[in-house]
């Protein structure tokens, strides 16, 4: 694999006999280029100075997101729904389950002394699942209605890239770790995507929609983009 010195960073090449362009991508730190097969390395050192500051911006963004410590699933740390804060606590019990008690998430596993991060972890993600079907639902079905529209379906789903999706069907999908975000942020995300049946793009009259009904978009939006990281399970 070929490398070149960009400004600051190192890019990574892949010659591919089915690009006809070049794709950058920054994943975990780091910067890949897949480019055609002859492609001069002068070329894409030019297209790599032009996409420069891009290229910084994603990087500094996912050194944020590297520095964010991984769930523990101890008792005591605490999970978000919308606008409510969750203490995880650690119960022992006849079987898994996970119960709401007050401001408490109480998780029982069968022996609390032996390494249940992954029962902890699974029973947890089903719970965000079961809250993003019900709240998810509901907020599409309020907001449908204000703006307008009527989607072919709600779904949920755990996107790795994505909070939302409209399909020209107009069928509607979430990734189910949006409800662990800000309210205003999730009301934001299902107005983004409903406004997509009005308009299956990211034009000028896309935006117009979507501020109709959210003026602040911008600011919800940059909310996701920098603390979505925070969001994972």
């Known amino acids: 694999m070929d490398i070149i010195n960009g400004n600051g960073f190192v890019a990574h090449i892949t010659r591919s006999a089915k690009r006809k362009s070049i794709a950058i991508k920054v994943q975990k730190g780091q910067v890949y280029l897949v480019v055609p097969v002859g492609l001069r390395l002068k070329l894409i050192e030019e297209v790599v100075a032009k996409k420069t500051r891009w290229i910084l911006?994603?990087?500094?963004?996912?050194?944020?997101?590297?520095a964010i410590p991984p769930k523990a699933f101890i008792?005591?740390?605490v999970f978000g729904l919308l606008d409510q804060q969750y203490t995880l606590k650690i119960v022992g019990g006849t079987h898994p389950a996970i119960t709401v008690l007050g401001g408490e998430l109480v998780v029982s596993v069968c022996n609390v002394a032996a390494d249940n991060v992954h029962v902890i972890r699974q029973l947890l993600i089903k719970?965000?699942?079961?809250q993003a079907e019900v709240l998810?639902?509901?907020k599409t079905d309020v907001y449908a209605r204000v703006i307008g529209v009527t989607p072919s379906g709600v779904a949920i789903k755990a996107y790795k890239s994505r909070w939302g999706s409209c399909s020209y069907a107009n069928s509607i999908a979430y990734n189910w770790k949006l409800v662990g975000a800000p309210e205003r942020v999730v009301d934001y995300v299902v107005i983004h995507e409903l406004c997509h049946i009005l308009h299956h793009n990211h034009s000028p009259a896309f935006w117009q929609a979507v501020a109709r009904y959210c003026p602040d978009y911008r600011e919800r939006g940059a909310w996701l983009k920098n603390n979505g990281g925070r969001l994972e399970i």
Do not use: I
């Not at 911006?57 to 590297?66: D, I, P, R, S, Y």
């Not at 719970?127 to 079961?130: E, I, K, P, S, T």
């Open 127 to 130: 719970w965000y699942r079961r």
């Open 136 to 138: 998810l639902s509901q």
């Open 57 to 66: 911006e994603k990087l500094a963004h996912q050194q944020v997101l590297l």
């Open 75 to 77: 008792s005591g740390e």
